[in-house]
């Protein structure tokens, strides 16, 4: 069985950062893209990183600069490291692992619980 289980979650002021953890159990995600999205109620999931298989990243505007994904193959575990964090990025914030090598299927990912972060002005 597959399972996702994120962890860095918390509370920090606008301008602080926070890195997110995701371990991965169950099989290998190491020839499959693995991404982080957030969620806030009432709107769509986003998605704010993405790294392929072959360790291609992309970002959406609202975080390139400031946000990096990264994955540890031996480990299993990709992380997303957060700086200059504002209030915007307040949100929960979900892992997940595709099912192709370069993109991220919503529908398709398998996904974490979640872990709440929230960014304070």
């Known amino acids: 069985q597959v399972r996702l289980v994120e962890s860095g979650g918390g509370l920090v002021q606008a301008g602080g950062s926070l890195r997110l953890s995701c371990v991965v159990s169950?099989?290998?995600?190491?020839?499959?893209?693995m991404g982080w999205y957030r969620q806030v109620p009432g709107k769509e999931r986003e998605l704010v990183a993405r790294?392929?298989?072959?360790?291609?990243?992309d970002y959406p505007d609202s975080v390139k600069g400031r946000f990096t994904i990264s994955r540890d193959i031996a480990n299993n575990t990709v992380n997303l490291q957060m700086n200059a964090l504002k209030p915007e990025d307040t949100a929960v914030y979900y892992c997940?692992?595709?099912?192709?090598?370069?993109?991220?299927?919503?529908?398709?990912?398998?996904w974490g619980q979640g872990t709440q972060v929230t960014v304070s002005s």
């Open positions: 997940a692992a595709g099912r192709h090598p370069a993109i991220l299927i919503p529908d398709a990912n398998y």
């Open positions: 169950g099989r290998s995600f190491s020839d499959h893209a």
């Open positions: 790294i392929s298989s072959e360790g291609y990243r």
